[in-house]
């Protein structure tokens, strides 16, 4: 329905824009990245490309991020779901590898 559509979609922007970006506390890093995950999986698949499509680069880096996080502590269905985010991710970005390059990179410095 338009309204629950509209509710994951603003849940979503509300959880991309409250990353707890300069916080060197892991506990809220934590908490954010769970926020993010139950965002993520409450979608419906059909939903996924429109929440993809209303991001800019930066939400796009961020949401990879938070896709591959979500890989690394799997809960019950999320890397079924977390897929089909990477997939949307990827044709949003199919002219460049860049997103995928600097996620893994920061991913992999840590």
Not at 33 to 45: A, D, R, Y
Not at 86 to 101: D, F, G, R
Request: proline share 4%; glycine share 4%.
């Amino acid at each position: 329905t338009p309204r629950r559509t509209g509710d994951a979609l603003r849940a979503f922007h509300a959880a991309i824009r409250s990353h707890p970006v300069n916080s060197k506390n892991p506990a809220v890093k934590e908490q954010a990245q769970g926020t993010m995950l139950k965002v993520l999986t409450s979608f419906k698949s059909s939903e996924i490309e429109q929440a993809v499509n209303s991001l800019d680069r930066n939400g796009i880096d961020l949401l990879m991020k938070y896709i591959y996080k979500g890989f690394e502590k799997p809960t019950e269905n999320s890397s079924a779901i977390l897929l089909q985010w990477h997939e949307k991710v990827c044709v949003w970005c199919s002219s460049s590898t860049a997103t995928l390059c600097r996620v893994l990179v920061r991913v992999s410095t840590r």
